[in-house]
């Protein structure tokens, strides 16, 4: 399967802990965007990369909130110090950079539950 | 004001109906426009792009006004496998892509 990967799929975690989240876009593309999704919501924007360059960062990620992609390749979001509010899906997606290659392709999603 | 907004919905409609999904943008500048659809529990894919000149893709029509910054979609002879979240997406200059909550349509036998 060449498709856009998250891991994990689901986590459940105790208010207070740190959790990362990785993402693997598909290999020729060099955009990589990340949301969050509640339920009855469509996706909010959090962040994107274009190859290892974030550029830009919505409101939305407080400081708790880390992006990185470090080669331009996969990517990971930290939330430390979690809290309740931050239960939602984690969705990934990239899509390549090309003259009218508009499409995002998007991953399974992390599903996180924070108790 | 939301970025993007949709018809709350969710729509009912029995098989072979047609069925009209609004959007409006608040962002002028804005320069793409498609629509992604979610199935429950899954992550939303691509349905159609919108050009201003309107664009058909088999039961699926687009449209897009820029003067309104008003966006349809219109699904024709709809089939239970219709059912699902439609998503409103716009692109902004910057490269920044924006989600409307969706409308959910459930097509009844």
């Known amino acids: 399967d060449t498709g856009v990967s998250q891991d994990p799929r689901h986590k459940i975690t105790k208010r207070g802990q740190n959790v990362t989240f990785r993402c693997d876009p598909i290999?020729?593309?060099?955009?990589l965007y990340w949301y969050r999704q509640t339920l009855g919501q469509g996706p909010e924007f959090l962040t994107y990369f274009q190859n290892e360059a974030q550029l830009e960062k919505s409101r939305l990620l407080s400081d708790r909130f880390s992006a990185e992609r470090p080669k331009g390749s996969f990517s990971t979001l930290e939330i430390q110090r979690t809290e309740q509010g931050d239960s939602a899906m984690y969705l990934c997606?990239?899509?390549?950079?090309?003259?009218?290659?508009?499409?995002?392709?998007f991953g399974p999603g992390t599903r996180l539950l924070v108790l | 004001r939301k970025e993007v907004e949709q018809d709350p919905g969710p729509f009912n409609v029995p098989e072979g109906a047609t069925v009209a999904f609004n959007c409006t943008y608040s962002n002028s500048a804005s320069q793409s426009f498609f629509w992604y659809r979610q199935d429950c529990r899954k992550e939303p894919k691509l349905l159609m792009s919108?050009?201003?000149s309107g664009n058909e893709d088999g039961r699926f029509t687009a449209q897009l006004n820029r003067a309104s910054q008003y966006i349809s979609l219109l699904i024709r002879d709809s089939k239970l496998s219709d059912s699902a979240t439609y998503l409103c997406v716009v692109k902004t200059s910057y490269d920044k892509v924006i989600f409307g909550p969706g409308t959910s349509l459930s097509v009844i036998p």
């Open positions: 919108v050009y201003s």
């Open positions: 997606a990239s899509s390549p950079r090309l003259a009218g290659a508009e499409t995002q392709y």
């Open positions: 290999s020729e593309h060099n955009r």
